[in-house]
């Protein structure tokens, strides 16, 4: 409010300046740099340490991915662009090393029919670092507007298939030996689904057939229009609309699938779901979900082992952060980030949110919010973080992490940037943390994988150059995908371990491993879904310290039918297979 | 978009001549001061009321860069919209005009805190706040929440007892100190204060999750699952009962309507009209200083000078840095009957202290001088006043009367005679033009000024003076 004057006349004269403009648009006033520009330090940059070189080398143009995200208008600013589209890595054409499939969202967020213009890309990776665009994506083509992908052998035949979770009808693709893919939505049974999102392969019922969990949105209307806090035009958040039940469609056996998410238990649970991750989080030797929702409380679905699921977060302490609050749950992982032989769980959250950090403190107890001790919290508050990923960056046995971010509400424009209005409003930069032990992470600065400032939202991994260490793909909206190489120095050795059960001719999706070397040991679960939207490299990649890589090593896999075998580790630095029914049964 | 600033540096506003040295050099030290940003954002789009109450905000602060209630409320206006960045600025800026401000300083911490600012730096702020108020309950549960999302959990737990001991009924510390606990490994101890909580607040899903997993880290998992279930139902979120913060955001809230009817009686002169918008949207906020201000001047102008002058000795107490106070408790104080020059010359001066450039009280001040006969100090203000300024007829015949007691004629009767240009019906700066022309044997001129003072007020002894000029007159010409 004013306040009166006593004088009759003016009491203050100002002199006022008006510097820069309001800008509606930002795509003309900062122009963006070439892609392989000198980094720009900003004010805003995260948190850092020391920066020693580059370990995440941006190989974008060298590699030949030229993929460029369509999102469609945005004059509406449909919520449906805001969520981004999925990344997958898969060895299509089992050649033994990962290929790169890349998903536009589409022309038409409000319908998602059209795709004119934006058809979906599939490289394959010749192997010399090179990627090649296969002519109409070798069939694997989206109908709708394009969210996610999940990959799965769901046929048993040694090919992986691919899932893709779209706005509209989901669909799925058979691979047809490795030559080209098959939509074989209409004859796969039940495929539900009108806004879904991360969806993960999983055999719930260990009979030997992959089934599907898929995330569920919401009941998106194309004509709201939201506001953000100062009243401007801007996407709306999941709360606008009634949240969905998730869905879980039940292998066949025979090439179809039955939506079994009622008789499962999932209906009793409608939440605003993004991310999935499955393990067996009560090492009851079944597979459990868990599902990052979207600022409702998220789920932690234990399997009962006989087709039904309860919700379990909240006595585990996972449904809410350590204040009680839900938060915006985006991507989600599992891992054993301290090294104790438990899974840990890590989600992505919005902005003056952490992103959080539960730490499993054991069997029947649990999970402890323990963003503050792992040092995740701070740098992550300022920034929206979407996909995550986990990996061995230096190969000294932590597991590290790396974020990709992007606002989900308008905010400044700083460069450098790369994308058109109104994206630049949304850009945010990526973020690495390295693990210093005991899941104590601290970020670090990265001259190219933090250098621009985009709406990133998928992350997917694998070891794409076959070198031993685990590379990075980024999916951005309406702007370049970009791959990262991972050049960091190593600090020990590495083995990747192919776990396949060769009855059912595919990577056996479950199975838990635990490699010991002396006194030291490692957990992992073979799995492609995590992180946001996408799949990654199914093959296990162990980080070993030098100082532990000397003595013997074996390997022991729990088999997803509850088999528990030994394998001996001949060396480092290489790839083994292990093979069902071929270890030493415990 | 870039970022809008608009930068705001008070300076002299040069009317073409009667600057003086002090003004110059004052200007001069003014261009020097680093100017002060006036946060703004992109409002493309933004609703018609929301952008109205940002521009009006801004505004005051732009009129009045140096009252930190201004800052403040334009802070508040971006809390509420959850515009943190911009609103840390306001409120930095409020807490450094107003060092002393509880509110202004807990502001700033609670909004680096909401950002997520590096931990030092928030718990610095809190520790600013806290030493201007110790005995703040929310301030001590907050900086828990703070040390507890850093993951310092002793350091936690002593805020959340800290907060208890100075507020025993509080559901958000003991649910701090709960979870606290639970994460420090003390589920047993844990158990006791989220009890407690619960109590309070049965239904709060942030107490049940707490309670849940406590009740299964201490093997009761049964109670567990009963307690999850509760969960399920919506939450309001337990009120951390932070009047401060409550107070300041509501300032900012969408209830300017009454106030805006207020301002709008006032500038024309409605002062009656006011009186009870402002009371309407003075209830339940006490701490608006500001806005008091303005229900005391709305009193003074309707003739309620008692309790305007109670009204701005209490707001003067609580808010020193806002200088309207004084200088409208130095008007009555110099209104009155039995005058108290003295203690309104000590406040006037007061306020030039703090605000040099202060065109009110500069004036105030040298007509009270004038009035007392001290008239080299008198002009002296009134220059600086000038150079701020144009002044009005009152001023400028109060400048020339000062003036003509020094002997300056000449100067005198521009003065003069723009108090007469000003307010042709200003009698008595008619009579004092004319005496001072006089002085100088501008006979004619003198006359004629005697007799403007005449026709406007005939009860004026100009008579005798004319037919005394005209005398002189005579005489002048048969010398020649």
Redesign the interface.
């Known amino acids: 409010m004013r306040l009166p004057h006593l004088s009759l006349t003016s009491r203050e004269i100002g002199w006022i300046a008006l510097l820069g403009c309001s800008a509606a648009s930002c795509g003309d006033k900062a122009p963006a740099p070439s892609p392989q520009a000198p980094a720009a330090e900003s004010p805003a940059a995260p948190l850092t340490a020391p920066s020693e070189g580059t370990w995440l080398t941006e190989v974008t143009d060298a590699s030949g991915l030229t993929f460029r995200h369509v999102a469609g208008p945005t004059e509406q600013r449909c919520t449906t662009q805001m969520l981004g589209s999925g990344i997958a890595f898969l060895d299509y054409d089992n050649d033994g090393d990962q290929d790169l499939y890349l998903m536009h969202a589409g022309s038409d967020p409000t319908r998602g029919v059209d795709r004119e213009g934006a058809e979906n890309a599939l490289y394959r990776n010749e192997g010399n670092g090179q990627l090649t665009e296969q002519p109409g994506a070798l069939g694997l083509v989206g109908k709708s507007y394009g969210i996610a992908a999940a990959v799965g052998d769901v046929h048993n035949d040694g090919y992986p298939d691919v899932f893709l979770t779209n706005f509209g009808p989901n669909q799925l693709f058979a691979n047809r030996k490795g030559e080209r893919f098959e939509d074989v939505s209409r004859d796969s049974g039940d495929l539900p689904g009108r806004f879904s999102a991360s969806a993960a392969f999983l055999d719930y019922d260990r009979d030997g057939h992959l089934d599907l969990y898929v995330i569920q949105y919401v009941y998106f209307k194309p004509s709201q229009r939201c506001f953000d806090q100062a009243d401007r035009l801007d996407f709306c958040g999941p709360t606008t609309f009634d949240p969905e039940s998730d869905i879980l469609l039940h292998n066949l056996g025979d090439g179809t699938f039955e939506d079994v998410s009622e008789a499962a238990g999932l209906n009793s649970a409608a939440a605003a779901g993004l991310g999935v991750v499955v393990r067996d989080f009560n090492d009851d030797g079944w597979p459990d979900v868990f599902v990052a929702n979207d600022t409702y409380e998220n789920h932690l679905w234990i399997n009962q082992q006989d087709g039904t699921f309860v919700d379990d977060a909240v006595v585990l302490g996972v449904a809410f952060n350590m204040h009680g609050q839900h938060e915006a749950g985006m991507g989600v992982l599992s891992e054993d980030f301290d090294n104790d032989g438990l899974y840990d769980l890590f989600m992505t959250h919005l902005t003056r949110e952490t992103n959080t950090f539960y730490r499993n403190i054991g069997p029947g107890m649990g999970f402890a919010d323990a963003t503050g001790q792992s040092g995740l919290g701070t740098p992550s508050k300022t920034y929206t973080g979407f996909g995550t990923a986990p990996l061995d960056l230096e190969l000294d046995g932590d597991l590290d992490l790396v974020v990709v971010n992007g606002r989900v509400t308008r905010g400044e424009v700083e460069p450098p940037f790369d994308m058109p209005d109104p994206w630049c409003f949304y850009a945010e930069r990526n973020l690495v943390f390295v693990n210093a032990g005991g899941a104590q992470f601290e970020p670090r600065s990265e001259p190219d994988f933090g250098r621009l400032r985009e709406v990133s939202r998928a992350v997917a991994v694998a070891d794409w150059d076959n070198d031993g260490d685990t590379d990075v793909a980024v999916g951005n909206i309406d702007s370049r995908a970009r791959l990262y190489r991972n050049d960091s120095p190593r600090r020990g050795k590495w083995l990747r371990v192919v776990v396949r059960d060769p009855r059912l001719k595919r990577y056996a999706i479950g199975a838990k491993t635990k490699l010991t070397c002396g006194e030291r040991s490692w957990i992992r679960t073979v799995s492609r879904a995590y992180s946001y939207l996408t799949s990654n490299d199914p093959r296990l990649l162990f980080g070993v310290p030098d100082e532990a890589a000397g003595g013997k090593a074996s390997l022991e896999v729990e088999w997803p039918d509850g088999l528990v075998e030994t394998f001996d580790v001949p060396g480092f630095d290489r790839e083994i297979t292990v093979l069902r029914g071929e270890g030493k049964a415990r | 978009?870039?970022?809008?600033?608009?930068?705001?540096?008070?300076?002299a506003?040069v009317l073409g001549h009667g600057v003086s040295p002090w003004a110059q050099e004052e200007s001069e030290a003014k261009a020097k001061k680093a100017p002060v940003e006036i946060p703004?954002?992109?409002?493309?789009?933004?609703?018609k009321e929301?952008?109205d109450a940002l521009r009006?905000a801004q505004?005051?602060v732009?009129?009045?860069p140096a009252r930190a209630g201004n800052w403040a409320?334009l802070g508040a206006l971006f809390d509420?919209?959850?515009?943190?960045e911009e609103a840390e600025r306001c409120y930095a800026e409020a807490a450094r005009i107003a060092p002393k401000s509880f509110d202004y300083a807990y502001m700033r911490a609670r909004v680096a805190d909401?950002?997520?600012g590096?931990?030092d730096a928030v718990l610095a702020l809190y520790a600013t706040a806290e030493k201007l108020d110790p005995y703040y309950p929310p301030l001590h549960l907050h900086r828990g929440?703070c040390f507890?999302?850093?993951?310092?959990?002793d350091e936690a737990r002593q805020a959340f007892s800290k907060a208890l001991a100075l507020k025993a009924d509080y559901p958000a510390a003991e649910?701090g100190l709960g979870?606290a606990l639970?994460?420090l490994g003390e589920a047993e101890q844990a158990l006791t204060h989220l009890l407690k909580a619960a109590a309070k607040a049965p239904e709060?899903?942030?107490?049940?999750?707490?309670l849940?997993?406590a009740?299964?880290?201490t093997g009761k998992?049964e109670l567990?699952?009963k307690v999850?279930e509760r969960?399920k139902a919506q939450?309001r979120?337990?009120d951390d009962q932070d009047r401060v913060r409550d107070e300041v955001l509501n300032q900012a809230s969408s209830s300017?309507d009454a106030?805006?009817r207020?301002?709008h009686a006032?500038a024309e002169g409605r002062f009656a009209d006011a009186i009870p918008d402002i009371q309407d949207?003075l209830r339940g906020r006490p701490g608006s200083t500001?806005?008091r201000?303005?229900l005391a001047?709305?009193l003074y102008h309707t003739g309620q000078v008692d309790e305007a002058l109670q009204e701005c000795l209490r707001i003067s107490e609580e808010d020193p840095d806002l200088l309207?106070a004084k200088?409208?408790i130095a008007?009555i104080y110099l209104n009155r009957p039995r005058k108290k020059s003295e203690e309104a010359l000590r406040l006037l001066s007061e306020v030039l202290r703090k605000d040099g450039?202060?065109?009110?009280a500069m004036?105030m001040m040298a007509n009270e001088l004038s009035s007392l006969g001290q008239a080299d100090q008198a002009v002296r203000i009134f220059e600086r006043a000038y150079a701020?300024?144009?002044l009005?007829a009152q001023s400028h015949h109060s400048w020339g009367v000062s003036l003509l007691q020094l002997e300056r004629v000449e100067e005198a009767s521009q003065h003069l005679r723009a108090a007469t240009v000003l307010d042709p019906k200003f009698a008595m700066a008619h009579f004092n033009l004319g005496y001072s022309l006089g002085l100088q044997g501008r006979w004619d001129a003198a006359i004629r000024a005697y007799e403007e003072a005449a026709k406007v007020n005939p009860g004026l002894p100009t008579q005798l003076r004319i037919e005394e000029l005209r005398k002189k007159q005579r005489e002048e010409e048969e010398d020649a």
């Open positions: 978009m870039k970022r809008l600033l608009v930068l705001v540096g008070s300076c506003l703004d954002v992109d409002t493309t789009g933004m609703k929301s952008l009006h505004d005051d732009r009129a009045n409320r509420a919209r959850q515009l943190f909401i950002v997520g590096e931990i929440n507890g999302r850093y993951g310092r959990l649910l979870q639970l994460n709060e899903r942030a107490v049940n999750t707490a849940a997993r009740y299964m880290q998992p567990a699952r999850a969960t939450s979120g337990l300017h106030m805006h207020a301002e006032m949207y500001d806005v201000y303005s001047y709305a309207d200088v409208l008007q450039t202060n065109f009110v004036l701020e300024q144009e009005n």
